[in-house]
């Protein structure tokens, strides 16, 4: 599976933006999809997850109520709606794929897209 997030941004605090990570190959709905961040001088972080069939997901405590993962397994895509952004947010995005689950272990997921820069400004 290769993985391609979109372009990240610069949004204002208190802002919205949407992130999108589409997938290569027929067996997208095999996967668990993931969404870490990484920001500057920090270890990567667990953003949030979400299962094969997209019916259930996870998300880490800095940002749930304000982010919202979903999926579209005929479009082979996964999703990363940011709401009510904070400086920090300010972070390399990562969507991930996971062949046997969907936690929020990095080293538990299987392929990787390269990395979205998002900003937020004060």
């Known amino acids: 599976v290769q993985l391609q997030a979109s372009v990240g941004g610069l949004v204002q605090a208190g802002g919205s933006l949407r992130l999108s990570c589409g997938a290569s190959?027929?067996?997208?709905?095999?996967?668990?999809m993931g969404w870490f961040r990484q920001a500057p001088g920090k270890e990567r972080e667990f953003v949030g997850a979400?299962?094969?069939?997209?019916?259930?997901?996870n998300y880490a405590v800095s940002v749930k109520g304000r982010f919202t993962i979903s999926r579209d397994n005929a479009k082979n895509m996964v999703y990363l709606q940011m709401n009510s952004l904070k400086p920090e947010d300010t972070a390399v995005y990562y969507c991930?794929?996971?062949?046997?689950?969907?936690?929020?272990?990095?080293?538990?997921?299987?392929?990787w897209g390269q990395g979205t820069l998002v900003t937020v400004s004060s």
């Open positions: 991930a794929a996971d062949r046997t689950g969907w936690g929020s272990d990095p080293g538990e997921y299987d392929y």
């Open positions: 979400i299962n094969r069939s997209g019916d259930s997901t």
């Open positions: 190959g027929r067996t997208f709905r095999n996967y668990g």
